[in-house]
Every structure is written in structure tokens, then in C-alpha cells.
């Protein structure tokens, strides 16, 4: 079993919990009970970071098992990376496991609170609540890395089927139009909404394929 310590982004959750309880105080003054205020403060950054750091130490675990090493998990509220190196002569499910094996444990590990959230949410907000929130955060976590697009799990396990069955260049073509035609599809969907949320969304898969991209050049590493 592997040991390695993440690298957390201090800053940025210390940002994350002042904007939580600034919402807290929000929620306290909108006369929803104190608990509730307090709920939000405390647990909102905190399930976010819980949640992307059980994704991310699943993708170092699947890399390791893949006769593979972890060079480096970085954490924060907003975002999760691991750098692994995986051997490309490794087994190809085992190749594919890995960039699939974040999401798959994001969903795991929503699953036992989601009858937790579904009892205890109707009865008591407070109890019911974090348990709910639990459940979204992983099932959100997991839906969104599923998808095709370049910086994203989805992606990483197509680019290694599609690159084992056909040629180097043939792939990246393939790969490319996928990638691009998901990401339109994005943009398209942020335009019918006509929300400013739906901008926020937009722009967030944007990122996911620029951040890798200039971690990886800074670690001369593979990311999942």
C-alpha cells in the first residue's frame, strides 16, 4: 500500500471557509435556525475537500496497482489532481481503470448516505442535510469526470482505449472532435439557459482543460 502526504492549497480553503461563513451568518439572518448557519459554515468546504480527496486517492491507488507511482496529490476546495506514472506496458483494463476508478469511487462512496438523506432529510434539515449534501457533492464529482472532455477521468479512459486500438494520429483526431463537440455542447446549453449559472458551469469545464495542462508542464508528470 502507498503512503503519500497531498499537497493542499491552504489558501484557497481558507477562502473557501470564509465565503461559507459568510453564508452561514446569510442563512442565520434569512430565519433558518442557527444549526442550520452553522451546518453550512463548517461543512460546506469541509465535504468538498473530503469528497475530492477520496477521487484523488483513488486514482494514486488504481495507478499503484497498475505496477505504477504517484508523484503528487494536490487538493483544494475547488479542484483535485493526481500525477501518477503509469507503465504503458501495463494490462489495458488496468490502464483504464485508472483514470475510471475516481469516479467510480466518487460514486461509492455517495451511495450509503443517499438512504441516510432520503429518511433523515424529511424529518430533520439538520440532521438530514449534511447526508444529502454528502450524496450530491460525490454524485456531482462523478458525473462531471465521466465526460469526454480533455482534463477530465471520461477522457483519460476513452484516450487510452481509443490509443491502444488505433493509430497515434488517427486517436488524437478522434479524441479531439469528441472533446470539442462536448464542450460545444456545454456553451450551447450555457446559451439556451440564459442564466449566469449556466455561464459558471461553462467556464469551469474551460478551465479543467487549461489547469492540467500547466501543472503537467510544471511536473513533468501524467494526470488523472
Keep these: 500500500m502507498f503512503r503519500i502526504s497531498p499537497q493542499v492549497a491552504w489558501s484557497q480553503l481558507a477562502v473557501a471557509y470564509v465565503i461559507s461563513v459568510l453564508l452561514g451568518v446569510l442563512c442565520f439572518a434569512s430565519g433558518l435556525p442557527l444549526i442550520i ?3 453550512v459554515a463548517l461543512f460546506l468546504p469541509a465535504g468538498l475537500f473530503a469528497a475530492l480527496a477520496v477521487h484523488e486517492y483513488a486514482h494514486a491507488a ?3 496497482r497498475a505496477g505504477g507511482s504517484v508523484r503528487l496529490i494536490r487538493l483544494s476546495v475547488f479542484y483535485g489532481l493526481t500525477f ?3 507503465p504503458d506496458d501495463a494490462p489495458l483494463g488496468l490502464r483504464v481503470w ?3 476508478s475516481g469516479a467510480v469511487a466518487s ?3 455517495s451511495i450509503p448516505a443517499i438512504p441516510l438523506a432520503l429518511v433523515l432529510l424529511p424529518e430533520n434539515l439538520a440532521v438530514g442535510g ?3 449534501y454528502w450524496a450530491a457533492v460525490n454524485f456531482l464529482i462523478a458525473a462531471v469526470n465521466l465526460l469526454p472532455v480533455e482534463g477530465l477521468d471520461g477522457y483519460g479512459a476513452l484516450a487510452t482505449l481509443v490509443r491502444h486500438l488505433m493509430p497515434a494520429r488517427l486517436a488524437s483526431r478522434l479524441l479531439l472532435v469528441v472533446s470539442a463537440l462536448v464542450m460545444a455542447g456545454v456553451v450551447f446549453w450555457a446559451g439556451r439557459r440564459q442564466h449566469w449559472s449556466a455561464w459558471v458551469v461553462a467556464a ?3 478551465l479543467t482543460a487549461v489547469l492540467p495542462h500547466v ?3 510544471r511536473l513533468g508528470a501524467d494526470r488523472h
Design 215 to 217: 501543472l503537467r508542464r
Design 62 to 64: 488504481a495507478a499503484v
Design 130 to 132: 449534511p447526508f444529502a
Design 107 to 109: 460514486l461509492l462512496a
Design 84 to 86: 501518477v506514472d503509469c
Design 37 to 39: 448557519g452553522g451546518e
Design 204 to 206: 469551469a469545464f474551460a
Design 98 to 100: 485508472v483514470p475510471l
